[in-house]
């Protein structure tokens, strides 16, 4: 007997309208039901918040022929909140897929990226989950050599599984000329900022955040390695922040 | 010789007028050179958002005599970087300290919690950083038992140091009588959301997102039973996300 088509769940932050999500939606269709619930407006960097102080918009919209799509004031995670409680009414999804992300989420963006903490709202949720990124911010970008294996990694991760509080963190390099799929580990790197200092009219000081990024992790086997040789990365991501190494020489203190 | 005065940065979510970092920066003022930037408003739930599609606000102001403070219009991992760029030009403080919040940051909280995220960022930094929270979210709450405990902790990571890449996050119940500090690691919960459904005067519906905490770990050695049991709870942190268990698993797949 052949089992009914999965229920997959879209989002991703940088907003309902963005080519990414309508890229993921489009090859998603061709193996389960979609239903997409996005942010009705940009939430790059917005990491992990959720709204609590004030309430929260969410409206169906005809926006895809054929789409059932939700759109949201909140953020990536509140989406994933309001799919998973309101639109499923409490009925986990079979799948859950993020992006696919105008801008890499390797690294330590992870941390930042709201379409990360959606798909790790989504693990949380016990809710197999993979996020997506490509190596391209603008709204240009270009994700047609990112489908096939969009689709063979959701199609292995809804035959398989994940294991238990784990989610992937997938990532594109920029070329038509892709080497294969790398499973990996995050790179350890951070970002310098500088801030742009600039005046307005009533001269009053305002700052643009801008960043280098640095790294000097040189592992061949970290995921900007992996991009930087036009390899696929694919962390398996985790959600528990206990450092339980660090646990024995604690409890040594004396308080 | 006696070395000089160590500096601390301190940052918050509950923004630079909460009763909770006005405790902290008094108690840290008896052991450093207090530096603080806060946000100018709340930002409680703000996770480990950054502000990068609009510029920041960065006001010094007068609001506490004898405490140089900064006012940002940022979130809390904004407010990081920004006194570690502009305000301490890239000088690092000797000790980071959030909050005290308004509100527990124990368990799944700590990836939601903005306080959270800002000594997570500090840690990015390499600077050893120290998030503390109490079990009371009113601005009524009372930090005065909590005190001594963040003093303690506060001269044993000056003194000490952190493993590297680690930082603290120290939640306190809500009780006169406290037992004593626990080491521990953050129980696995989540949150059960509801959505209560309102409508508008213009019969638009809208959401406020309300929650219960889920949790079926009945561990002995989790920041939950620490605090239900009177003690302080204290969770070394680390922030790769990695799940490192899982990629000889990952591997395996056929791509």
Redesign the interface.
């Known amino acids: 007997m052949k089992k009914s088509k999965p229920t997959i769940l879209i989002v991703n932050d940088d907003g309902v309208t963005a080519p990414g999500i309508k890229a993921l939606m489009e090859t998603m269709a061709e193996i389960g039901k979609v239903i997409v619930v996005a942010p009705d407006s ?1 939430q ?10 004030k ?4 409206d169906k919209i005809e926006l895809y022929e054929g789409f059932e799509t939700w759109s949201c004031s909140g ?1 990536p ?2 989406c994933v ?2 799919a ?3 639109v499923l009414k409490g009925i986990k999804p079979d799948l859950l897929v993020s992006g696919i992300n105008h801008g890499l989420n390797n690294s ?1 963006n ?3 990226s709201g379409t990360m ?1 959606a798909a ?1 709202e989504g693990a ?2 016990d809710i197999p989950s993979i996020g997506f990124s490509l190596d391209d911010f603008t709204l240009q970008a270009d994700f047609s050599h990112c489908l096939k ?1 969009v689709k ?2 959701a199609l ?1 991760v809804l035959e ?1 599984g ?2 238990p ?2 989610l ?2 997938v990532n594109f390099p920029n070329t038509q000329d892709i080497k ?2 790398k ?4 790179a ?1 790197a ?1 970002w ?4 742009d ?2 005046m307005d009219p009533h001269r ?6 801008t960043g280098k990024f640095q790294m000097n992790d040189h592992g061949e086997d970290t995921d900007v390695w992996a991009l930087e040789h036009h390899y ?1 990365s ?14 024995p ?3 040594n ?1 004396t ?1």
Request: charged content about 20%; hydrophobic content about 45%; aromatic content about 12%.
């Open positions: 940009p790059s960097g917005m990491g992990h918040a959720i709204t609590i102080g309430p929260l918009r969410l953020t995670v509140d909140k309001l998973k409680y309101h330590i992870i941390l930042y903490s790790v949380i949720e294996y063979e990694l292995s398989k994940l294991p509080a784990t992937l963190n294969g799929v499973v990996c580990r995050q350890i951070k310098a900022e500088e801030f200092e600039r009053r000081p305002y700052y643009w955040m696929v694919v962390v398996p991501v985790q959600f528990d922040m206990t450092a339980h190494h660090a646990i020489a604690l409890t203190w308080f």
